[in-house]
Structures are given as C-alpha cells and as structure tokens.
C-alpha cells in the first residue's frame, strides 16, 4: 500500500515571506513548491491595519507544499517550532490523485 500524500496550504503575512520560503526549502528538495499573493479574507481583524479593516482583506502570499505523510508531521512540527504566534493558516488536504498532463 502506498504511503498517504498530502497539499498544505499556507497564507502567510508578508512579513514571514522570507523566512517561509527558507524553512520550506530546507524541508522539501525534491519536489518544491508554490507561491502567489492573495487577498486574505476573515472576520477576525486581529493584526489588521486600519487599512485592511475598512477594505475587508489583508495582502498575504499562499504556499502550496505537496508532501508525504511522514513529511507531513515534520513540515507542521517544524512550522509550530519557528512560527508560533505568526498568524499563518493552514489547511491541509489528502492527494485523490496527481501527475504530469
């Protein structure tokens, strides 16, 4: 049987971007991943400018990380230790299937 496999998906403030991109080359070489601004949505306006408030959405950048389940535990393990209190979301969903069209 195969091993489980899995997308995680960041929103990370702008601020982190640096600091993401390094943890999450450190982790995963082999098969990379993904990166692109969004316009983060939510009700709570914790850490939100005055800005931010009044136009409803935040700047932030999504990651996209395919990883394995044993690499799984490792990426969160690893987010929790440097970005605890970073107000990233995450989400983190099984692979039905993927390939290369």
Partial sequence: ???????V??????????AVVDCLLLLEAERGFSSFAVNAHHHEAKGLSLVEQVAGRQKALRFQIY????GL??????LREEFTGGNIQYWVL????????
């Fill in 1 to 7: 049987m195969n091993e489980a496999e899995y997308l």
């Fill in 9 to 18: 998906t960041l929103n990370v403030p702008l601020s982190l971007e640096d």
């Fill in 67 to 70: 990883v394995s389940e044993a």
């Fill in 73 to 78: 535990q490792d990426l969160l393990a690893q």
């Fill in 94 to 101: 099984p692979i039905v299937e993927q390939g290369v069209i």
